[in-house]
């Protein structure tokens, strides 16, 4: 009895784990891009230094970051594929969306800057691994870099 | 909220902020030990993160210090 309800329990979760995920995926992936392309112009690059500092009006330090979370779908299907070995599809379309996330939002903090140099992403789990039991099964990523107006 | 957004998947905002909170703080840390040895720029800025305990994470910022003019 009680461990038809557990079933119960994870398929559901399952299921609103596949679709709600899948449809935030999408949708984050569409903004993603979208937002790329607008902001080509303003280039990240991880040189430490430009070719000349000629008229260089103002330079700063620029840090953006995200935490995005696994859904409960892809979190058991990492467990899957933990066991058979591989490469880890779900979590690395997860580490992807927040480490272009992190680097667009570090673009947009700095309006009408030339270049962007010395750009460094960091990512960092927060709390447990993110395949244990009742941890928030979650990545952070942080962009950061020097922000250059000419 | 985040185990919720922990089933459905997503941006974690509140855990953005707390992040993004600590991190302010370390680099205003930074800057103060800064002023106090008489600098006036910190160059070579590198952040870092690592999770210490359950629930609790680390930001670690560091740099090198100058006094420029």
């Given amino acids: ?150 | 909220m985040a185990s919720l957004k922990n089933i459905v998947g997503g941006e974690l905002k509140g855990y953005t902020e707390l992040l993004q909170d600590a991190r302010q703080e370390a680099l205003n840390r930074m800057i103060d030990q800064a002023k106090q040895l008489g600098a006036n720029a910190v160059v070579n800025v590198r952040f870092s993160t690592s999770s210490v305990a359950q629930g609790a994470a680390e930001l670690y910022v560091y740099g090198t210090a100058v006094r420029l003019g």
């Fill in chain 1, 1 to 150: 009895m009680f461990d038809s309800i557990s079933i119960v329990i994870f398929g559901v979760l399952f299921i609103v784990g596949y679709l709600a995920g899948t449809i935030n995926e999408k949708r984050h992936y569409k903004s993603i891009k979208k937002r790329e392309e607008k902001l080509l112009s303003l280039p990240a690059i991880s040189m430490k230094r430009l070719e000349s500092s000629d008229g260089i009006t103002k330079s700063e330090l620029v840090s953006e970051s995200v935490v995005v979370s696994i859904d409960y779908f892809k979190r058991a299907l990492a467990i899957l594929k933990v066991l058979i070995g591989g490469s880890v599809g779900p979590y690395e379309s997860l580490i992807d969306r927040a480490r272009r996330e992190a680097v667009l939002r570090m673009k947009e903090s700095a309006p009408g800057a030339a270049i962007i140099i010395n750009v460094r992403v960091e990512t960092s789990t927060i709390g447990n691994a993110a395949n244990s039991k009742g941890a928030v099964g979650s990545v952070e990523a942080l962009a950061y870099g020097t922000a250059v107006w000419k």
